[in-house]
């Protein structure tokens, strides 16, 4: 049996083995190599060896389980949270959800990193030389990054984001996003990422003329061609804030149809515009809309880099600039001085949201009222329709009265007298289905799809209860190039269903009055079988009843001498009488029953069919409510009270 010491030898082995495996990320495995080493060393089980390569290959992978790892909340703001999750899932209609997304992740930490996006109108160049101004550091001399602002890649036309790194470095490989890192002081200290980006070819063409939606500031779309197909891939990335950037005249001109596209309560805190102009003298202030000078800013740059004797003239073209407006929008609202408090970027983001829900809740309730008012049928038409349907029952009703008082008194119904069986039994059926097919309300069927047209035409139907029977269906056949199309078949122009392998058809009967006088017909139709069956066996039993008394009376005039002729022949004709007797009785009564069906059948149907064509009309007339986009805008504008509230409460605006 192995000692203790060899079993613990084992087990340490076996953990060391299985903790190798495990994926973790490369600071993590060598803090643990290290750890491992040391421990190794100082049981005297060896020097610490080098990772296998496949294992530091590994360890460089982002772990699978990083992605699901449970977030942090901030106490302050898990309420917040919470409530922002709850909302994301009951107002995701009316909301954007990359902006959700982005409040939500900014909740997650007290020091949230702020996105401000510097949009250009003409272009990447002029926001880059902006971004170039904003964040230089004039103590300093010029930088990589600086340069590599200023350069122009031909045919890029990825946007650019620029982020704080310890170290100069640009990444490219990202298909929808070009990333540069800088060691910038600015970016540090306020947790900011920029996002320079420019409209595409045609929006540049008409931007300057059109409205541009408040949501493409807001929340840019990333757009590259794919090198595999051509299609051209979009992703949002939503942003905090948003500086559009325009040239000379045509961004004076065009500006205020950009920037005042958004709420007038947002200008200035979540969008703002800037004006790059040549001039020398420029108006300085914080503005909605601000002209500044970028040839001046960078002027004052490089001659406070050459010299520091040259403060006071650094200090008078920065201000001439107005560059430090644009510097103070981008920097506002990045940080609180309370630590429980929301940070000021955040809340505003929070409440857009807010309010763009609420616009498009208002929107969408404007939009669906308008829509059933304007479904809702005048008074005229509909008075004109149901006297229309009035002159028609009362048509109806005559036309079944003397149509079936002709048909039950004419020729061929009497063909089928009791009398007449032994030789017409086999017509019942024939003769009763024509009188139904030529004599029940067939004119009136004729004129009732005429009227049904022209409710339909008034639109008392809705949409999804026409009957799509009568829609071409394509044929599974297509017919090749140089052949002659295939025949138009029944199944081509009928909806049809398979289940296995048998087909049926279907026809969409909802709201359609009009179909109730065939299928009552077809129902009277059916009953012609059984009355068929009657007659047959009302008429099989008078032949059997004759046959036996006939063959009685020859056996008791046989078999009995004293049995007269006259006396057997009596008992014969009593057979034959009481038999044929039965036979009228029962097959008038089945007749006379038949008939009064029909009638009231007849009458039945008219009833029917005129109470719900009035139905249709007094009730159809009226547009139709959406009851289940009320209540999903109820659901939705609760929870932006809810949100208003805690905002309201949790984080009061002094705190901020």
């Known amino acids: ?106 909740l997650e930490s007290d020091d949230p990193t702020i996105r401000v996006a510097v949009i250009g109108l003409n272009g990447l160049r002029g926001p880059k030389r902006l971004v170039r101004a904003v964040l230089a550091d004039p103590l300093n001399s010029e930088q990589l990054w600086e340069r590599h602002l200023q350069d122009e890649t031909p045919g890029d036309i990825r946007a650019l984001l620029v982020r704080f790194g310890e170290e100069y470095e640009f990444d490219q490989r990202h298909p929808l996003l070009r990333t540069l890192s800088i060691p910038s002081a600015i970016l540090q200290r306020h947790r900011i990422e920029i996002l320079i980006h420019g409209f595409g070819e045609g929006q540049k063409e008409d931007g300057l003329r059109t409205r541009i939606a408040r949501q493409d500031l807001l929340v840019p779309i990333l757009e590259t061609p794919s090198s595999v197909s051509g299609r051209i891939a979009t992703v949002t990335y939503p942003v905090h804030k948003a500086l559009v950037y325009g040239e000379d005249v045509e961004g004076i001109l065009g500006m205020p149809l950009v920037v005042y596209s958004g709420n007038i309560e947002e200008l200035g805190v979540l969008i703002k515009g800037a004006v790059n102009v040549h001039w020398e003298s420029i108006a300085s202030g914080d503005q909605p809309i601000n002209l500044i000078s970028l ?231 059916s009953s012609v079988p059984t009355l068929q069956a009657l007659a047959q066996k009302l008429l099989l039993q008078s032949l059997s009843t004759t046959f036996f008394t006939i063959t009685f009376s020859s056996l008791l005039y046989i078999s009995l001498s004293t049995t007269s002729i006259y006396e057997a022949g009596a008992v014969g004709i009593l057979g034959i009488v009481w038999s044929a007797r039965r036979l009228q009785r029962m097959w008038e009564s089945a007749r006379e029953a038949w008939v009064e069906r029909v009638r009231e059948e007849g009458r039945r149907t008219l009833g029917t069919v005129q109470a719900s064509y009035e139905g249709t009309l007094q009730q159809g007339g009226i547009g139709v ?17 809810r949100l208003r509230a805690i905002l309201d409460s949790s984080y009061d605006n002094k705190k901020v």
């Open 1 to 106: 049996m192995p000692n203790k010491g060899f079993l613990e030898r084992k087990l340490r082995y076996l953990q060391h083995d299985i903790i190798s495996q495990l994926y973790v990320c490369s600071s993590c495995l060598r803090k643990r190599a290290l750890w491992t080493g040391a421990r190794y060393k100082n049981q005297n089980l060896g020097l610490y060896q080098r990772p296998h390569p496949l294992k530091r290959y590994l360890s460089s992978v982002t772990p699978v389980i990083a992605v699901h790892a449970t977030r942090t909340i901030p106490t302050h703001h898990r309420r917040l949270h919470e409530e922002l999750t709850v909302f994301e899932n009951q107002a995701a209609t009316f909301a954007n959800v990359s902006q959700l997304q982005l409040a939500l992740r900014g």
């Open 295 to 525: 040839v001046q800013s960078e002027a004052a740059i490089a001659s406070f880099r050459r010299t520091l004797d040259n403060s006071t003239d650094y200090e008078h073209k920065w201000l001439a600039s107005n560059v430090s407006s644009i510097a103070n929008f981008i920097i506002s609202g990045t940080s609180s001085t309370d630590t429980n408090a929301l940070n000021p970027a955040l809340k505003s983001l929070i409440s857009s949201i807010l309010n763009d829900t609420s616009t498009a809740i208002s929107t969408g309730k404007s939009e669906r009222l308008a829509f059933e008012t304007s479904s809702t049928i005048p008074d005229s038409t509909q008075m004109r329709l149901l006297q229309a349907l009035t002159r028609w029952a009362e048509g109806a009703h005559s036309e079944l009265r003397d149509q079936l008082y002709f048909a039950f008194t004419g020729t061929p119904w009497r063909k089928l007298a009791w009398w007449k069986l032994l030789w017409r039994v086999d017509d019942v059926g024939f003769i009763a289905s024509d009188i139904l097919q030529r004599s029940f309300l067939a004119n009136a069927e004729k004129e009732l799809i005429w009227i049904d047209g022209r409710i339909q035409q008034a639109g008392f139907y809705p949409a999804s209860s026409v009957p799509n029977s009568l829609v071409m269906r394509p044929t599974k056949k297509v017919p090749t190039l140089g052949t002659n199309p295939p025949a138009l078949r029944l199944i081509d122009v009928l909806s049809s269903s398979y289940e296995g392998g048998h087909q049926e058809l279907n026809f969409d009967k909802s709201n359609r009055h009009v179909q109730h006088i065939g299928l009552a017909r077809a129902d009277l139709i």
């Open 625 to 641: 409510a959406d009851q289940a986009a009320e209540e999903e805008e109820k659901i939705a504008e609760e929870a932006v009270a």
